[in-house]
């Protein structure tokens, strides 16, 4: 993976009429850490990026794969069925571009700021009375008992309800309960056998997202401002610039 220093594209220019896009990940950014957001979409200096996991990314293709067998036929999924949840796949011609974060996923201008919020979904099902239900794939292997009570989950919290706020502001009737299907895999068989078992976990979450529209205004705030915010006390990307800047360097002859 190359680091781009610094980019010159797909910048936010507070004199620029054109409405800017801005991602669920980046809303997640600006909470962990304003100066991050700032230098990333201002400046076009991003954190350095963690390679994706290859795994969670099979894990997410393959269930995306067989909810859609049963999206096609109108039928419940067994782990639907087991948690007694009287639904089905939505079945929807947007659903692929609703899935495609890079360049497309679900989107909403919200003409006060002038941003575009969008994000990337995994599945949306259905009730029978037309009521959507937001979720989420979820892959991991741990001993753990498989839970949201996790600290660092609280951004698959606020994932999910980004989410339903999304498709509430595309005129969505939508459940405030969504769900995480979690595939926890099983690292205690006696052989591997050129397989991987999962346990497959359903869990439920309650969304709330009042928090949402403030956000976008401070997030906004921070955007149009011509000075660098301070960095958040947790952000170990600031802390570490920062040390870097401090650093006492030696020049050394070889």
């Not at 690292?187 to 078992?197: E, G, T, V």
Request: aromatic residues 12%.
């Amino acid at each position: 993976m190359t680091y781009t220093a610094q980019r010159k594209r797909n910048l936010f220019n507070p004199t620029s009429s054109k409405p800017f896009k801005v991602s669920r990940s980046k809303i997640d950014l600006f909470l962990q850490c304003p100066k991050c957001l700032y230098l990333d979409r201002r400046l076009g200096i991003k954190r350095p990026e963690m390679p994706r996991f290859s795994l969670n990314i099979a894990v997410d293709e393959l269930l995306k794969r067989e909810f859609d067998i049963y999206r096609e036929k109108q039928k419940s999924h067994p782990i639907m069925t087991q948690a007694g949840l009287n639904a089905v796949p939505f079945l929807c011609e947007e659903l692929e571009a609703w899935r495609d974060s890079l360049r497309r996923g679900i989107m909403y201008h919200d003409t006060e700021t002038n941003l575009i919020i969008s994000g990337g979904i995994d599945d949306v099902w259905v009730r029978p009375d037309g009521e959507l239900i937001i979720v989420d794939y979820k892959a991991t292997s741990t001993k753990k008992e498989i839970n949201l009570d996790d600290k660092w989950k609280d951004g698959y919290k606020r994932q999910m309800e980004v989410y339903q706020w999304l498709f509430r502001k595309n005129g969505f009737k939508v459940s405030s309960t969504g769900y995480f299907v979690y595939c926890n895999g099983v690292s205690d068989n006696d052989m591997f056998d050129a397989k991987l078992d999962f346990e497959i976990h359903l869990l439920p979450y309650r969304g709330d997202d009042s928090w949402i529209k403030e956000t976008i205004q401070q997030l906004h705030r921070c955007l149009t401002t011509d000075r660098l915010p301070p960095a958040s006390n947790t952000c170990e990307y600031c802390a570490y610039r920062e040390a870097v800047a401090g650093a006492k360097i030696e020049k050394r002859l070889l």
